[in-house]
Nanobody
Framework: QVQLVESGGGLVQAGGSLRLSCTVS????????MGWFRQAPGKEREFVAA????????SYTDSVKGRFTISRNNAENTVYLQMSSLKPEDTAVYYC???????????????WGQGTQVTVSS
């Protein structure tokens, strides 16, 4: 059974940095697409970033480009989200997600972690 476990959330001041981690157990991630999503209070869950495990190809939503970086550690089956220059509007629960088939649609992400809270104070 594939499990995704996030860590690294917390409280940070605006302009600060945090690194989120998502460790996947249960299988190797060859062929997977991994992603980060977030959901702020009262808002829909939104895509943040994605990474194709085999190629390392990344994509980002416009609001985080230049501030967030998604990366992976093959040996540890872990994907990271390095967040810098954080803004209060980045406050949300951040979720790690996995797309086992390496698709192209957001709906292809079908495995989810439990989420980790990120709060950015002004």
């Amino acid at each position: 059974q594939v499990q995704l476990v996030e860590s690294g959330g917390g409280l940070v001041q605006a302009g600060g940095s945090l690194r989120l981690s998502c460790t996947v157990s249960g299988r190797t991630l060859s062929g997977y697409r991994m992603g980060w999503f977030r959901q702020a209070p009262g808002k829909e869950r939104e895509f943040v970033a994605a990474l194709r495990w085999n190629t390392g190809t990344t994509s980002y939503t416009d609001s985080v480009k230049g501030r967030f970086t998604i990366s992976r550690n093959n040996a540890e089956n872990t994907v990271y989200l390095q967040m810098s220059s954080l803004k209060p509007e980045d406050t949300a629960v951040y979720y790690c997600a996995a797309d086992p088939r390496g698709g192209s649609l957001l709906s292809d992400f079908r495995l989810w972690g439990q989420g980790t809270q990120v709060t950015v104070s002004s």
